[in-house]
């Protein structure tokens, strides 16, 4: 069974809590830069146990009374239709299903930034696309010497010319649909503008990980690492916070802090900041309640990531130092393949057939594989020997009639083009789905689905 780790509710009361304590003490204006993904957080609840995938949005949602969305995107990423890689949508669309997931929530979005806007045509186009579906939008300028040329940054030809975002609320969410997309600068650019027009507002920094309370070589900060791998992401002990409090923090982007400090000092004659660490408002950490289940956890996850890596680098998509990278992060969180069953289960699977096999870990600890066949992909027979064996089926039984396979092949392979005429684990639960009509048995081992959640 799956052990927990880490308390939700604990979580959203005391974030929402830190969050509002940060508004305060910049005198009720709030830009807080928030990093990662604020929907469908997966990474966090593998590694989290108990952590809800939705809970970052499910915390600013206690506060949308307070809260408004300021939306960032490179007029750059626009104009090479940069896709997310997690979705397979571009950039801009995917602002575009932010702001209706958003205001889904109940949350209030106040407007979109375009960055690094040149001209470019493409971002034109999509301005005005937003203004017609009645979306403000403001656009920043490159700035030449940013980010070393303070001075010149900090004043009327810097900052100075981007557009004043107008805003409502005391709390503005500044995000965006990936990284490098000009979330720091939006805040910065918003800090100097409010400072000429008298308002005194704050800066921070919301990231989930590296979880900055816990030690540097804890399997849960090992497992951003390996997240990260392909950006050479590192995590160190934040310089600035032990030489200021004598205190161990874990942090990155250490490098930029510097130029961040002056800017402050810049802007307001000091900075309210002594630490990258000062700046984040992350609870995260004071929400783990069981240590070895999150570690556990953390682990199975670097071995996931190093899989995913090995077939990202089969595609051509990854270099060898990754592969190596997350080897080194296997060892220093004391994990390897070896420590998942379903590992050795299904290599053994795979060498009895001659074809990819695939294994799964129940939650009472039994391990059930499946194999490749004319009918069904490896997955697919595995997810149906799963369902029989928590229904307490024979494994013999056949719970899709080959007539109904049949049609779905022929579909798929005559008309739809694809040479691969086996059934994919969404096109099974589909058959399975209309076998459960006349079928009772079948539609008691769909009921089972749920059981599979978290193996």
């Not at 108990?50 to 915390?59: A, E, L, Q, R, W």
């Not at 809260?67 to 750059?76: K, N, Q, R, T």
């Not at 005005?128 to 700035?143: F, M, T």
Request: charged share 25%.
């Amino acid at each position: 069974m799956l052990r927990l780790g880490f308390d939700n509710e604990k979580y959203l009361q005391m974030q929402s809590k830190r969050i509002k304590e940060r508004i305060s003490q910049f005198g009720g204006k709030l830009y807080l830069e928030f990093g990662g993904k604020l929907f469908d957080d997966y990474h966090a609840s593998r590694v989290l146990p108990g952590f809800k995938p939705d809970s970052k949005i499910n915390m600013l949602v206690q506060l949308k009374d307070d809260a408004e969305i300021v939306l960032v995107i490179s007029a750059g990423d626009i104009e090479k239709n940069k896709v997310r890689g997690d979705l397979g949508i571009t950039y801009d669309a995917d602002v575009l299903r932010l702001i209706d997931a958003f205001r889904g929530y109940g949350l209030y979005v106040g407007s979109v930034v375009l960055t690094q806007f040149s001209g470019q045509a493409s971002a034109v186009a999509y301005e005005k696309k937003l203004e017609g579906l009645g979306i403000r939008v403001y656009k920043h300028y490159p700035i030449e010497g940013y980010p070393a040329n303070i001075p010149h940054i900090v004043s009327e030809d810097g900052f100075g010319k981007n557009d004043y975002i107008e805003t409502e609320r005391s709390l503005v969410v500044i995000t965006a649909p990936g990284p490098g997309s000009g979330k720091m600068a939006t805040c910065l650019s918003q800090l100097y503008h409010e400072n000429k027009r008298g308002v005194k507002a704050g800066y921070a920094k919301f990231e989930t990980f590296p979880i900055w309370n816990i030690p540097l070589r804890h399997p849960v900060n090992l497992a951003y690492e390996a997240a990260t791998a392909d950006l050479n992401d590192v995590n160190m002990i934040d310089p600035f916070h032990l030489e200021a409090y004598g205190e161990t923090t874990i942090n990155y982007n250490r490098d930029v802090f510097p130029v961040l400090n002056a800017m402050f000092e810049q802007i307001y004659g000091e900075s309210p900041y002594k630490s990258p660490t000062d700046m984040g408002v992350n609870m995260v950490g004071n929400c783990i309640f069981d240590d070895e289940a999150v570690c556990q956890a953390a682990r199975t996850e670097i071995v996931r990531r190093y899989y995913k890596a090995l077939c990202d680098h089969r595609k051509g998509l990854l270099a060898d130092d990754v592969i190596y990278k997350l080897e080194l992060l296997m060892k220093q969180a004391g994990t390897s393949i070896a420590d998942r069953t379903v590992v050795a289960a299904a290599n053994r699977r795979a060498e009895e057939t001659g074809d990819p096999a695939v294994a799964i870990e129940l939650p009472d600890g039994t391990i059930v594989t499946g194999k490749t066949s004319a009918l069904l992909g490896a997955s697919s027979a595995m997810l149906l020997n799963a369902l029989k064996k928590l229904a307490g089926i024979a494994k013999e039984v056949k719970l899709i009639a080959p007539e109904i396979i049949e049609p779905i092949q022929k579909l798929k392979v005559g008309h739809l083009g694809n040479r691969n005429p086996r059934l994919h684990t969404d096109e099974v639960l589909i058959a399975l789905s209309i076998c459960a009509v006349n079928d009772l048995k079948v539609l008691a081992i769909l009921v089972g689905l749920a059981n599979l959640k978290c193996c």
